[in-house]
Each structure stands twice: as structure tokens, then as C-alpha cells.
């Protein structure tokens, strides 16, 4: 892919996100912040019975690459196990969005995983406690 597929491919997801939007009763969820420049998502997921994201999606605030990395990354998840997820790093991201990133724009697009990790962290958590 030439690097202005990769621009249009982000625009793509930017303007017209995969799975934005809320869950009526997510399995997990977790709000996530990037205080240095305000981006913000929240990922829900639902499980099904055999532990894969049925259902993913995010809602949040902020910059064309963390909104497209979140989108990039709903459409990616979607039929994962959790621990499928909790494997992908920060290269998994990179190799999503298609883009050589600044730091600051690494941040942005490694918001979305860490909050998705964060989420199923908690719910796991939960469930050893129940």
C-alpha cells in the first residue's frame, strides 16, 4: 500500500468509524485518557459464551489518529479472545494504522489498545473476585 492509501485508509476510519457508538450492557468497558493532549476513548465489549468480543465498539474525543487507530482497532478485535488481545503491542497498533508516527502521534494511537487492555484487566480482576 502506497502511503497516501495508508492517509485515505486512516481518513476512512476517521470520518466514518467502525462500531462507534455504545453497548446497551457491555461485558467490559473502560474510559481512557491521554492527559498530555486531551484524547479520550471509551471501549465497550461484550463477550460470548465461548470468551470471544462478540460486540465492540468506542465513542471518544480527539485527534484523526487515536479516533482511527480506535476504529482500526474495534474492526480488528471484533472475534478475538482476550487473550489474543492482551498479546498485541504497541507494533500491532503501528502495523494498523500503516503510518510512520512522532512520538506525541504514537501516544494517539496507542490509546485505544490501552484502554481495551485496561478494560479487560478490570473485568478479569472482577471475575477472580466474584
Known amino acids: 500500500m502506497s502511503f497516501n492509501m495508508y492517509q485515505e485508509n486512516i481518513l476512512d476510519h476517521y470520518e466514518n468509524p467502525y462500531n462507534r457508538g455504545s453497548l446497551p450492557q457491555p461485558t467490559l468497558q473502560f474510559r481512557d485518557l491521554n492527559p498530555l493532549c486531551g484524547d479520550e476513548v471509551c471501549v465497550q465489549a461484550s463477550l460470548d459464551p ?6 465492540v465498539c468506542f465513542e471518544g474525543e480527539g485527534c484523526v489518529i487515536s479516533l482511527a487507530a480506535a476504529s482500526m482497532l ?37 490509546l485505544p489498545l490501552r484502554a481495551l487492555g485496561k478494560a479487560i484487566h478490570q473485568y478479569e480482576a472482577e471475575a477472580e473476585g466474584s
Open 50 to 55: 465461548q470468551g470471544r468480543l462478540a460486540e
Open 74 to 110: 474495534m474492526e480488528a478485535v471484533e472475534g478475538k479472545t482476550l487473550e489474543e488481545v492482551k498479546e498485541m503491542d504497541r507494533q500491532d497498533m503501528l502495523d494498523l494504522v500503516g503510518i510512520s508516527l512522532t512520538t506525541m502521534r504514537v501516544k494517539c494511537a496507542m
